[in-house]
């Protein structure tokens, strides 16, 4: 078993890429997240998908707290990871099973501080639309990884600069759809 880094995955750390409150108490994502592979296995992007689900599209983990999170758990032996393509297939072990049934009441109380917090970030929603937008976004930018050539990087960073003006500009100065 390999060692894990001494900083809990779950805290959110000030910092780059910090948004809005706190959502999970410590072991909260963890507790989540072997609840839902108990569910259905399933890639690091589902369990993503799920959780932005459960918070109505008002919170989105990001990979760099989910990744850590998988590993966490497979070195703990309570989730195995099994190559599928390019990516892993996530499946709750045995171990798994017998680790949720015995924090079922903890279970109970991340799911009701879900439940706060989505109340919480209310303030903070975007459209249904919007969200599956960014949600589309997020998964292009997913797939595109790895195929980064200096020219893709411009037009694609272009693309988003583009976007981000318009978008804060409002709907006065419209930018086009042929704009690159």
Request: net charge negative; glycine share 8%; charged share 25%.
């Amino acid at each position: 078993m390999r060692e894990h880094s001494p900083h809990d995955p779950f805290e959110r750390r000030p910092g780059r890429g910090e948004r809005g409150p706190r959502v999970f108490a410590p072991g909260d994502l963890k507790l989540l997240m072997l609840a839902l592979l108990a569910e259905q296995p399933g890639h690091g992007y589902d369990l993503i998908r799920q959780i932005e689900n459960q918070f109505d599209g008002s919170y989105s983990p990001s990979p760099g707290v989910i990744y850590p999170t998988l590993n966490f758990l497979e070195e703990a032996e309570l989730i195995s990871g099994q190559p599928q393509g390019s990516k892993r297939l996530y499946v709750i072990t045995d171990a798994g099973r017998n680790a949720l049934a015995e924090q079922a009441v903890a279970l109970d109380g991340v799911r009701m501080r879900i439940e706060v917090s989505k109340r919480a970030l209310r303030g903070h929603d975007r459209p249904p639309e919007i969200h599956e937008a960014v949600g589309n976004l997020r998964h292009a930018l997913h797939m595109h990884s790895g195929r980064w050539t200096p020219e893709e990087i411009e037009r694609v960073r272009d693309l988003l600069n583009t976007t981000a003006k318009a978008i804060a500009s409002g709907p006065a100065n419209p930018v086009s759809e042929n704009t690159p």
